[in-house]
Nanobody, 127 residues
Framework: DVRLVESGGGMVQPGGSLRLSCTASGVTISSYLMSWVRKAPGKGPERVSRINSNGDVVYYLDSVKGRFTMSRDNAKNTLYLRMENLKPEDTGEYYC????????????????????WGQGTLVTVSS
């Protein structure tokens, strides 16, 4: 079975930092584009970032550019999202997912392109 497990979420004050991890089993993530998706309270899911299979191309949602850094360690079958200068609007459940769509900077491509999802990790930014 494919399993993606996110960790690293928590509650931080505005301006704080967190590092999310996503560890995969039952699938070799080096074969896939991967995306981080967040679902804010009362809103639909949105891709925050997308990374190509070898990690040298990463695209970000405009609102997180310069604050978030997505990376991957294919040898460890693990994905990361470093989040800095967090804002209250970054609050939400964060998911990693295998992405069967094209490697494009357009992050609004259909969510149906996301195949395997993790269970999510909650990030709360509040003073």
């Amino acid at each position: 079975d494919v399993r993606l497990v996110e960790s690293g979420g928590g509650m931080v004050q505005p301006g704080g930092s967190l590092r999310l991890s996503c560890t995969a089993s039952g699938v070799t993530i080096s074969s896939y584009l991967m995306s981080w998706v967040r679902k804010a309270p009362g809103k639909g899911p949105e891709r925050v970032s997308r990374i190509n299979s070898n990690g040298d191309v990463v695209y970000y949602l405009d609102s997180v550019k310069g604050r978030f850094t997505m990376s991957r360690d294919n040898a460890k079958n693990t994905l990361y999202l470093r989040m800095e200068n967090l804002k209250p609007e970054d609050t939400g459940e964060y998911y990693c997912a295998t992405d069967l769509g094209p490697c494009t900077r357009v992050l609004t491509t259909p969510m149906e392109e996301l195949d395997a999802w993790g269970q999510g990790t909650l990030v709360t930014v509040s003073s």
